[in-house]
């Protein structure tokens, strides 16, 4: 009986802590104590039918701050949609696209092996069906060998534009506005509490589009749009700026640069122009 322990022991550190991965269970919930909310009320789930087929590199919301995720890659291929989880660490060894106890029960060739790629980083392959919405998953610790429940979110507005199919994005051309002044309602989600005056003042020029925005507060000092920085124009009466509008509708990734708390942090926020508010002036 010793020798049979002392083998199983010895198989499980040689597997990196696989060996005995069958008889993992779920982490109790004294187990989970910094679980956060990442579901935003409203989300309008994105399908893969909705995109171009390629690689993009995207952002995810995580539920746990102990589940380090450094980098995103989604691929779209065939009207089906896989991510490429790259991980701080081998912290967790393998991944179950769905719920905890479902893993748990599920046999091991259903689960989804922390992998090394050519570059060197770790990254889990996951199957995806839609962004902007929860994505239940669990993962299992190598050192505790259990099952922890955690919730994802790929976020659809860190895709480029170019990821969209031509009928989803809807641009000042596509929408035959003329050079001129309009006014247009925007709205500002994300992490921190600032909010943009509205409606915003939008300028077509030879049919590319910019608003001027205006923080409800002055201690903006850049915000970031398109991987462009920008500038004040102003901070009298709240930070304004002049940024591009790539598309109506949509969500655009906004990164405001706040000096409200020191030190001061980048903050990440999506703002979306309401076409169906615009109004010539």
């Known amino acids: 009986m010793t020798r049979c322990v002392a083998w199983l022991l010895m198989m499980a550190l ?10 993992t269970g779920v982490a109790d919930v004294s187990d989970m104590t910094d679980v956060i909310d990442i579901v935003t009320e409203g989300m309008e789930p994105v399908t893969a039918d909705m995109l171009k087929d390629g690689t993009y590199a995207v952002e995810v919301d995580v539920s746990s701050a102990m589940f380090k995720v450094i980098g995103c890659e989604l691929t779209v291929e065939g009207g089906a949609m896989t991510v490429a989880l790259i991980m701080k660490s081998e912290a967790y060894s393998f991944m179950y696209p769905g719920a905890a106890e479902e893993a748990a029960a599920a046999p091991q060739e259903a689960w989804a092996a922390l992998e090394t790629r050519e570059d ?4 889990f392959s996951l199957p995806v069906d839609a962004l902007d919405a929860a994505y239940e998953c669990a993962a299992l610790s190598r050192k505790k060998q259990l099952w922890y ?6 976020r659809a507005d860190s895709l480029p534009l170019e990821a969209w199919k031509d009928e989803y994005v809807v641009t000042a051309g596509a929408l035959g506005l003329a050079d001129g002044v309009y006014t247009c309602a925007v709205s500002l989600t994300g992490e921190g509490r600032a909010t943009l005056a509205s409606p915003a003042l939008l300028t077509v020029e030879d049919g590319a589009c910019t608003a001027e925005i205006v923080f409800s507060t002055s201690k903006i000092d850049y915000v970031i749009v398109g991987g462009e920085k920008y500038e004040p124009i102003r901070t009298n009466g709240g930070a304004a700026f002049t940024v591009p509008v790539a598309a109506f509708g949509r969500k655009l990734s906004l990164v405001a640069h706040s ?3 020191k030190p001061a942090v980048e903050v990440q926020y999506s703002m979306t122009f309401d076409e169906a ?3 010539a002036q």
Not at 120 to 123: F, R, T, V
């Open 14 to 23: 040689l597997l990196g802590g696989t060996a005995l991965a069958e008889g």
């Open 120 to 123: 060197g980083s770790l990254a």
């Open 149 to 154: 429940p955690r919730t994802l979110v790929f």
């Open 259 to 261: 000096t409200a708390i």
């Open 277 to 279: 508010t615009l109004e």
